[in-house]
């Protein structure tokens, strides 16, 4: 015992000699996540879920011996990086890159998961544990881009409900059911708060407003047409996507509006669908966010 604590002491002083002083501290920092890899099945089930193309950008946080991003960059053109605070595992991963002949599009770096710069990734990938992946979402929902997707395997992030699930099978698992769980999250734009538009609808052009209140990417709306209610339908958001339907009465006629569109911060630019009471048409549609609101996220609340 006494041998074993001397002996991590030289390891220390050595290291101290040898490396830099960030390297050192890594060198030091304890794994907050063992190491265990995603069977190749369960890869395949992620990128497949996430629809990973060559236009993606995929970070794998915690990322091993590199298998998730080896294997997007292979399957569909994406590319990509890991971030490892294991420095073997790192090396594994880079020299597993080259053989696999993704070097070109693919990197692993040794640092922490916590540190890393996830804003310009399309795909997140993680096989964290609950608690990390809880600490990790406000960064996810407050710097990754609208749009973009989150995979997890295993655990989910709490209160943040996936947007899609799937359950794989694993015979040899090496903890629990023989099955694997995978999460996937679209990052929700923030569209909390009042927004207006203009429709020219039952002959007239009427002025349009929907508050809408947000928890992640659940949404619930009051829409007003010209001061007056409406019946809404629902909105619903898909990373920036966000659809909104309603109905309104006209002389007496009831009119079903479907709007949908690409919710751009303050503006949304898409189509809306009217028919009902003598109307039969799409056209376009432009609202803007004349009072900005909070996108609540449990206790917390984030504005971007
Ligand atoms: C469960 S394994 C997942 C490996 C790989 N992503 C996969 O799915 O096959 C978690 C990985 O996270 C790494 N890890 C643990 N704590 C970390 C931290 N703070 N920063 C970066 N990596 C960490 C571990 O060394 C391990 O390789």
Request: hydrophobic share 45%; glycine share 10%.
């Given at each position: ?93 880079n020299e597993a890159a080259k ?159 479907e709007f949908s569109g690409r ?42």
């Amino acid at each position: 015992m006494m041998r074993a604590h001397r002996t991590g002491w030289l390891f220390f002083l050595l290291a101290l000699c040898v490396l830099p002083p960030w390297r050192v501290a890594l060198a030091q920092q304890a794994a907050d996540v063992p190491y265990v890899s995603t069977p190749s099945n369960v890869v395949a089930a992620m990128l497949e879920m996430a629809l990973v193309t060559a236009d993606d950008y995929l970070i794998d946080l915690g990322s091993g011996d590199g298998r998730i991003v080896i294997e997007a960059a292979k399957k569909s053109g994406a590319r990509g990086m890991g971030v490892e605070l294991d420095a073997n595992l790192v090396y594994m991963a880079n020299e597993a890159a080259k053989r696999q002949g993704v070097a070109g599009q693919v990197r692993f770096v040794e640092g922490s998961l916590f540190n890393a710069d996830i804003s310009k990734t399309t795909v997140l990938t993680m096989y964290l544990l609950p608690n990390i992946n809880l600490q990790l979402r406000p960064r996810i929902l407050g710097q990754m881009r609208p749009g973009a997707r989150v995979v997890s395997h295993d655990f989910d992030m709490g209160g943040w409900k996936p947007d899609l699930h799937r359950e794989v099978a694993v015979p040899n698992k090496s903890y629990g059911r023989p099955v694997s769980q995978i999460y996937l999250w679209y990052v929700p734009a923030n569209v909390a708060g009042k927004w207006q538009w203009r429709l020219p609808v039952g002959g007239a052009t009427r002025l349009y407003e929907a508050r809408i209140d947000q928890t992640f990417q659940e949404l619930s709306d009051e829409v007003l047409v010209e001061g007056g209610g409406a019946t809404s339908r629902g909105a619903r958001l898909r990373g920036d996507l966000i659809t909104l339907d309603l109905v309104r009465e006209f002389f007496g006629q009831k009119v079903t509006h479907e709007f949908s569109g690409r919710v751009e911060g303050d503006r949304i630019v898409g189509r809306a669908r009217i028919s009902g009471g003598g109307n039969n048409a799409t056209l376009a549609w432009e609202a803007t966010r004349v009072e900005r609101g909070m996108m609540r996220i449990d206790q917390e609340s984030i504005t971007k």
